[in-house]
């Protein structure tokens, strides 16, 4: 009979006496390297046994073998299902409640989590409610009439006399002086719809007032027509008027009706007005002069752009 002692070690009985066989492998014959079980009372008592060859299966973890592999208990086995039972349990639990949610559109989500990722400004909008376009709201006849002020004008003129006597017009009305604006006129930068500009006739000579505009600043004058002329020209006295400095200036050299050619500046006004005809950005030259007198030619780089008939007993410029 076999008896399994602590140490896991097989301990063999002889099945004659009783006594305690010895484990010897023969080393000589057909047998040589054989295990055999020899009692050990041998030779009074010669039972002997051949030892068995275990075959090699797959260790059966509810047996004790040898090693210090321990034993999987029943307890190991009950606390293994109750985990399982316990995580179908939760599973299950988790599911039913999405379906539940999903039926009465609830957002599970958010109800467990929180807003995650969704930050709230001062005023208790979210950004995605911050991103959302706003519908655009018609503005009333009234509020869009409030806008624009009885005494603000586009495109209009501001003429006012300064401290010295100066006549002086601009285009922005924040370039009048406050104590100024009370006696100021509105007029349009374009003149008026009138087809018609009316002229002096002096010495067979026709001349027509002129407004002309540089930097914010304007003045008008009486130009002589001469459509022999091919440009706009002017005295110092009207370009220092104007505020035109000499650094703002190109040289440059003009011929004359007798042919001399004469040296000049020339500078880029804002633009040339002469009754409703208007011409921007337009160069004038300016001419040397003997005295302050404010006078000028009005010659083809104006006058080419705008078909007109004068009429010197009507004395009118009449335009096409």
């Not at 220092?240 to 007798?258: F, K, M, W």
């Not at 040339?272 to 921007?280: D, E, S």
Request: hydrophobic share 35%; charged share 25%; glycine share 6%.
């Amino acid at each position: 009979m076999d008896v399994i002692s602590k140490e896991h070690h097989i301990i063999k009985r002889c099945v004659i006496c009783d006594s305690e066989m010895k484990r010897r492998m023969k080393h000589t014959g057909a047998d040589a390297g054989v295990h055999f079980w020899v009692c050990a009372k041998y030779p009074e008592c010669r039972n002997v046994e051949k030892c068995e060859t275990p075959k090699k299966n797959k260790p059966n973890l509810t047996q004790v073998t040898t090693g210090n592999r321990p034993k999987k208990s029943n307890n190991m086995d009950q606390e293994e299902r109750s985990y399982s039972k316990v995580a179908l349990f939760f599973g299950t639990a988790v599911i039913f409640a999405f379906v539940v949610a999903g039926t009465l559109n609830v957002n599970l989500t958010k109800m467990i989590f929180g807003e995650i990722g969704t930050r709230t400004t001062e005023t208790g909008l979210t950004n995605e409610a911050r991103e959302q376009p706003r519908p655009i709201q018609p503005v009333p006849a009234k509020i869009l009439d409030q806008r624009q002020p009885e005494d603000s004008h586009a495109g209009a003129i501001y003429t006012f006399t300064d401290g010295n006597g100066i006549l002086t017009m601009v285009s922005d009305k924040e370039k009048v002086p406050i104590r100024y604006r009370a006696n100021m006129k509105v007029s349009s930068a374009s003149g008026s719809n009138s087809k018609t500009t009316a002229v002096t006739v002096r010495d067979n000579r026709i001349y027509v007032p002129v407004t002309i505009g540089y930097r914010g600043k304007m003045v008008t004058v009486s130009l002589l027509i001469d459509t022999g002329a091919t440009g706009v020209m002017i005295s110092p006295a009207i370009a220092q008027r104007l505020g035109i400095r000499l650094e703002e200036t190109t040289q440059g050299v003009t011929t004359v009706a007798d042919g001399r050619k004469i040296a000049n500046f020339n500078a880029v006004t804002d633009f040339v007005a002469v009754g409703p005809k208007t011409k921007r950005a337009l160069q004038v030259n300016i001419l040397p002069h003997e005295s302050n007198e404010e006078t000028g030619l009005l010659g083809m780089s104006f006058l080419a752009d705008f078909p007109h008939m004068l009429d010197t007993k009507a004395q009118v410029i009449k335009w096409m």
